[in-house]
């Protein structure tokens, strides 16, 4: 059950020709080039890549908490920041972020007190009880984040992240800051999660076998500079469960991501050592970007 | 500057069985009581020891006895002081904080004008104030007033220091998420900032109430008609060691009383640990 970039169906988040760059002690060094990408209605897309390939950088750009440098991106036929303001993007970050003094009930309807403009209301808990349900903690609403585990407090973040309906979940990394064990069991979560809610997400993860798991496509992302080199779709069935993890399917594509990972890391050493000893990157110039583009033979979608 | 947590207020499991929770409790308060009692104790049997044994002149040293002695027998004279002094104390605490949260919150909510104000703030705390206790009691008079307006600019800065760094050790990324749905500055200021400041405006509390009684004896002694600076000034002139000694006694344990009524607020009302950023 692939979709391929070329179906009728207008994709649901578009990205043509990103760049990205910021200015360090006077120098501009370019933290993403050139990236397209298109996630379609209900998709699941994975970034992964190496630390500083800028895929943290791509997410907060797809999720209007950074304007690109260069390029267009559309969310739901919008900008970024028209879809924020439309509420149609939940935003789920490495750390929960809840507010340590309330519980979690309280931190789940946060912001859809400040999106509604009031205090509290029976509406807002009764919605934010039902996220705590769909997340699985009906039972924890009354405890503070600080009686929580790590998993229970990013579920408390993702039923805070949908609390308010949105479309899209971007999610940063989400279970980076777990243990090995409690990540499986949020992968499987987040999936059950995604077939229910149908959302469109795109998760930002620097493990292979996670996003081997959830996506439909995984982004493979190389740094220096941060750029897509390949869009690899996983051939995997849905519903997927631990079973998937033994499935051939699941070998072939971690392999790939592997090896396409390794490809990418190599070239990044490769053109670093080529550098001149001050270290990161300068901005390239327009004709040495185009021949290096060629020469790392890039995938566009 | 850091922030003091108090472990204390860390909870316990729910789970726990109440009968044995109290008698945890009453462990852990003997043992939390204990050390600093017994070396309390040790160290005025010593004192003791020694001005009898080198028969100190009571106007040099005067041993604890003696000292217990004067505060019985003028324990009226100095209640009446303490009296004083506390009054002093607790009006200029007070206005210190509310100056002190002030200025953190005008600082943090008015970026341009704090960044006017913060050189000023800090160029103000390094004037030695104490020099400044003649000049109050020229415009202020001997009473009161001049004592709060000393303990003000003292005391302000600690609280104004530790609550702004409250406000600004908040998560960006919570603060992008209240943005994202369209909070407004005051919207964060008021559901996040703020609480997120407590535990570190009560840290500054605690600060700011001992040089509130440093303060309010550096104002009388500067000047005043009565209370307990005034006091050990009185009596050290006339020789009266063991009164100035029972003065400071009554200073401690007001400045005790004073610390240990913020703790208890602080353990009663800010019962999470700060969000470490």
Known sequence: ?301 | MTAIVNQETARAPANVDAEAKRATNRRAAWSRFMPPLALFVGVVVAWEAVSRIFRLPEFVLPAPTAIVEVLIAHQASLAYAAFVTSQEVLWGFLLSAVIGAGVALVIARFAAFGRALYPLVVLFQNVPKVALAPLFILWFGFDLAPKVVLIVVIAFFPVAINMLVGLQTVDANLVALMRSVGASRNEILMRIQIPNSLPYLMAGLKVAVTLAVIGAIVGEFAGAQAGLGYMIQFASTQMQTSLVFAALVEVSVLGMLFYYVIEWIEGRYIDWMPAVA
């Not at chain 1, 390794?262 to 990161?280: C, D, I, N, T």
């Open chain 1, 1 to 301: 059950m692939t979709v391929s970039p070329g179906s009728a169906t207008q994709p649901h988040i578009l990205a043509r020709g990103v760049c990205v760059d910021f200015t360090l002690a006077g120098r501009v060094h370019r933290v993403l080039h050139d990236v397209s990408l298109s996630v379609p209605k209900g998709g699941f897309v994975s970034l992964i890549g190496p630390s500083g390939c800028g895929k943290s950088t791509l997410l907060k750009v797809l999720a209007g908490l950074l304007a690109p440098t260069a390029g267009d991106v559309s969310v739901a036929g919008v900008t970024p920041i028209e879809a924020v303001r439309q509420r149609r993007i939940g935003i789920v970050f490495q750390e929960a972020t809840l507010l340590p003094w309330k519980n979690a009930l309280d931190n789940v309807a946060l912001l859809m007190e400040v999106a509604h403009g009031r205090r509290s209301s029976d509406e807002i808990r009764g919605r934010a009880a039902d996220m705590l349900r769909l997340v699985g903690l009906e039972h924890a609403a009354e405890k503070r984040p600080a009686q929580l585990s790590g998993g229970m407090r990013q579920r408390v973040s993702i039923a805070r992240a949908l609390a308010l309906d949105p479309e899209v979940l971007m999610m940063d990394e989400p279970f980076g800051a777990l243990d090995a064990i409690t990540r499986e069991e949020m992968s499987a979560f987040l999936l059950e999660i995604w077939q229910r809610t149908k959302k469109t997400i795109v998760l930002v993860t620097h493990s292979i076998d996670e996003a081997a798991f959830l996506s439909r496509k995984v982004n493979v992302m190389a740094a220096n500079p941060g750029r897509i080199i390949e869009a690899t779709p996983i051939d995997l069935p849905y519903p997927r469960n631990e079973e998937s993890y033994a499935a051939p399917e699941f070998a072939r594509a971690t392999a790939r991501l592997r090896r396409l990972l390794k490809e990418g890391h190599r070239e990044a050493v490769a053109m670093s050592a080529a550098e001149p000893p001050q270290g990161a990157r300068p901005l390239l110039e327009e004709g040495e970007s185009t021949a290096q583009r060629a020469a790392t033979g890039e995938v566009s979608q």
